[in-house]
């Protein structure tokens, strides 16, 4: 038993901890962590009593530098945080290898907001969460990165737990499958991933399985893992950034198997959902904007919704500043900058297609080991523009391009940011390509990565 004292002790540490974090690290702080309860510090550690299992590998996962700082910062001790989840309300876990990424208690169907660019998507899922391997197999959601796609197959996901809490999902993303299977010839284990992926899941959900572009063996794998979950009468959820025929150098085979059981496209939304989605974002972060202020957001975001939490996160910190007021010369201020950088977008794979164009080389190369001149230039300029044209992180961009270290994107983006200023028929090059980039992104609908690449 805890004591009292102990408890009320834990509860006020706790509330300090919540004001600072809000204080220094908003863009963490959500809605649900009042319903976290601080049980008692002991032994060096607080520990936090989660509602769910989700919610609990997220924090323990995503968060817990953070809650470290504001706990030592609040109290003037070294200590330690611990979160647990006990009785029924704890979900079985989401089947994952290495558990490398949790499910986020916020991607789940009530928050997420249904206008027409994507209600086809939202209701396929649905769908498929009532009735596992029964409605739409495979369901292949694709989208410009940002608009929902990871979100809809977490929610699905969190959606099946919900209705049956032993049921097997094995959820990953595709530079995931891709990493693993490829440890799994280095290792000799080949047989452990195989039995992991074809007879220990009843749902498979594969995000981003664009990854799979120009990359042979594990095209290979996934087909074969495909043919031997379906007719079990497993679940298949797959998405990507573009359609299964606009995923460049992927096998026909696979091409037409993704695209046999429903194709749902999620478009940009509009004004409409925008607005209610930067109210919803907001309140979920526990700040409720004007009116006004809000049409400014939604206004300014026009091409993804991850642009909306990154204005909502620099309004937050400019509030901060400003004595907590959201007016609209503050959203000015915040957001100013923003409508250019807005605008800038296209996809991994335009980008791409445009370097190999010009180069005159293969996606695959761009993604294998070759290290001769001829590819590495080519190599460099598509990881550099991936960086500036598109909202892949370094990782995200390094996992693309052959599963290379986030430190290598960095290296190419300084390599050719510097043979930009030195070299000046090099900086003709690289201008050509980004004006023909320049045009996609001024098209007003952006075309088939397909066309992009013939
Ligand atoms: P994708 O996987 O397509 O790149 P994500 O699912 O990661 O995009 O979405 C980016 C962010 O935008 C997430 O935080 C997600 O919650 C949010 N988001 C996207 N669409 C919606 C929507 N319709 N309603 C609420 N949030 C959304
Ligand atoms: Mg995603």
């Known amino acids: 038993m805890v004591s009292l004292d102990a408890r009320s002790q834990a509860c006020n540490t706790w509330n300090e901890m919540l004001t600072y974090l809000r204080q220094f690290h908003s863009p963490v702080v959500r809605q649900w962590f009042s319903d976290l309860e601080p049980v008692e510090i002991a032994g060096g550690v607080l520990t936090v009593r989660c509602q769910t299992l989700i919610q609990q590998q997220h924090l323990s996962m995503k968060c817990r530098p953070v809650f470290v700082e504001a706990l030592q910062s609040v109290t003037g001790k070294l200590l330690g945080i611990n979160f647990i989840c006990t009785g029924s309300a704890g979900l079985n876990p989401v089947m994952n290898l290495c558990n490398e990424v949790p499910l986020s208690p916020d991607y789940i169907f009530e928050n997420f907001v249904v206008g027409p660019a994507n209600d086809l998507a939202h209701r396929a899922c649905q769908a498929v969460a009532m009735q596992p391997g029964r409605v739409y197999n495979p369901l292949f ?103 299964p025929r606009d995923i460049p150098s992927m096998e026909e085979r696979l091409v037409s198997r993704f695209a046999n059981g429903l194709l749902a496209e999620i478009e940009p939304p509009c004004f409409e959902t925008r607005l209610i989605i930067v109210k919803r974002k907001s309140h979920l972060r526990g700040v409720n904007l004007p009116d006004d202020v809000a049409e400014f957001v939604a206004k300014r975001c026009e091409n993804n919704v991850r642009e909306i939490e990154g204005a909502i996160t620099k309004l937050m910190g400019q509030a901060m500043l400003n004595g907590g007021q959201y007016t609209m010369a503050l959203a000015q201020t915040a957001l100013g900058d923003l409508l250019p950088q807005a605008s800038r977008m296209v996809s991994i794979l335009q980008v791409v297609g445009h370097v190999t164009r010009f180069f005159n080389v293969r996606v695959p190369d761009l993604q294998g080991k070759k290290r001769h001149k001829s590819i590495t230039l080519p190599r460099q300029v598509s990881m550099y523009l991936v960086r500036k044209y598109t909202q892949y992180s370094l990782e995200e961009t390094g996992g693309f391009f052959g599963g290379r270290d986030h430190t290598t994107v960095m290296h190419s983006v300084k390599t050719i940011e510097r043979l930009r200023q030195t070299d000046s028929g090099f900086a003709r090059q690289i201008e050509q390509i980004e004006n023909g980039l320049e045009r996609e992104i001024s098209r007003p609908a952006p075309i088939a990565a397909s066309q992009a690449m013939s």
């Open 141 to 243: 959601i694709h989208g410009a990165p940002g608009l929902g796609k990871t979100h809809l197959l977490q929610a699905t996901c969190q959606e099946l737990l919900q209705r049956q809490s032993d049921i097997r999902i094995l959820y990953i993303t595709c530079e995931q499958f891709v990493n693993h299977f490829m440890e799994s010839i280095s290792s000799g284990n080949q047989g452990q991933f195989r039995a992991m992926f074809r007879s220990k899941c009843d749902v498979l959900v594969v995000d981003d399985i664009h990854f799979l572009a120009g990359r042979d063996r594990s095209q290979e794998e996934f087909f074969h893992t495909f043919n031997a979950l379906l007719p079990q009468g497993k679940q298949i959820i797959l998405s990507s950034d573009s359609p």
